[in-house]
């Protein structure tokens, strides 16, 4: 089975191998934060019928983000852009992370799809979720000739 992308451990040994790449070809320390896979922070408030997924997605447009839910999954990716390239200058700390993002959350129960909704301002993106509506046990008639 393959790692996942939001594999903290995968991550760090990425991390790692793009640091030693940078020191053994002289690199500033500070290019290795642009245009790599990054997760943003995000916050996941769970009752019994419904969700808040709350992410940070400072400097990124909202046409430049993506959710989709799919059974109890859902999943946000997108693209945060770096800034125009600096002439002249150099990064004495590079901190913010540029490039694609993804974060894929598991909820507890099947989500209701059309009990969905999206709202994205200042640079917080929340989404709320409801549950598929839990029914109580059902009878079920047997069907068939009496013998």
């Known amino acids: 089975m393959a790692p996942r992308r939001d594999d903290p451990l995968l991550l760090a040994q990425l991390e790692i191998e793009r640091l030693w790449r940078d020191l053994v070809y002289h690199r500033h320390p500070g290019a290795h934060f642009a245009e790599q896979p990054w ?3 995000a916050d996941v408030v769970v009752t019994q019928d419904s969700a808040r997924v709350i992410l940070e997605l400072a400097g990124i447009p909202r046409e430049a983000v993506k959710v989709r839910l799919q059974g109890r999954t859902l999943e946000v990716r ?7 390239e600096l002439r002249g200058a150099y990064y004495q700390r590079a ?3 540029f490039g694609e993002f993804q974060r894929v959350i598991e909820l507890p129960w099947e989500a209701d799809e059309k009990g969905i909704e999206a709202v994205y301002r200042d640079g917080m993106l929340e989404i709320r979720i409801r549950a598929i ?3 109580g046990p059902k009878d079920v008639p047997i069907q068939g000739s009496a013998s």
């Not at 997108?78 to 125009?84: A, E, F, H, I, S």
């Open 39 to 41: 997760t943003p922070a």
């Open 78 to 84: 997108g693209r945060r852009v770096p800034p125009q």
């Open 95 to 97: 901190e913010i992370y």
């Open 133 to 135: 509506a839990k029914t």
